[in-house]
Structure formats: C-alpha cells, structure tokens
C-alpha cells in the first residue's frame, strides 16, 4: 500500500528517486500513466493489470469509456527503476503534469500519484475544507 507525502525533486534527464516506501513494491516494474487532475499515477505492475482487466469490462458501446480508455492507455509508459531507486518519467507525462524540478510524490493506497509540488500544495488547500466536511454518504463505512 502506498502512503504519504514525499518530496523528491526531479533531476535534469527527467528522473526522479523512488521513495524508499515504495520500492519495493515497485522493484519489479511500474506502469506511469496521465491521471486526473494532471498529475501521473504510478502503478506496480501487478496493480495496473487489475485496472486494466477493470477496464475491460466497460461496454464498447460507451464512448465515455473509450474515450478514457483512450486517453489513460495512450499515455502509459512502463518502467524499471534502475538500481539507485530512479525512474525516467517521459517528456510527454511530465508535460502533462506540468512538472518542475519540485515534486510531491504521495501514497493513494493502490497507486502512487507525482505532481508538481506547487500545484498538489494549491490542490490540497483547496481540498482540504471539502475534506473536513465529507460524510457518511460520500464515504459509507468510514464514520
């Protein structure tokens, strides 16, 4: 399970160092794709095969899920960290995200998820009042 807030920086060929809490899981191989709200989620191998099985299961007769099918598959990149914990992260993904040198690189249990470091501060003060106000609904099974 992938937890926390870490705050790699990304170096000048693109990559970046793996938190320590991750590698392992992510040792093997990981899959980089677009996420929502421009950032790049980061699923293990295994993970995103899950995903993708789910995806599977979407009707063809929905041009919603083929147009995000479309969009998320065609943006994958699947890496291997070298020894030093470093994943590349393609030019594409880190114009997606709008990456800088500054990332955050947070747990979101099943995956992993870098932004901009700037831009997950901005979201995160804009989420964090909706955050205090989730309820029962929104959430079953957790208050």
Known sequence: MFLGTHSPRLDEKGRLILPAKFRDELAEGLVLTRGQERC??????KEFEKVHEQMRQAPLSSRQARDYIRVFLSGASDEVPDKQGRVTIPPALRSY???????????????????????????????????????????????
């Not at 790049?40 to 191998?45: A, N, P």
């Open 40 to 45: 790049i989620y980061v699923f293990s191998q």
């Open 97 to 143: 995200a709008g990456l800088g040198r500054e990332l955050a690189v947070i747990g979101a249990g099943t995956r992993a998820e870098i932004w901009d470091a700037a831009a997950w501060q901005e979201y995160l003060e804009e989420q964090e009042n909706a955050f205090s106000e989730t309820d029962e609904d929104t959430m079953p099974g957790i208050f």
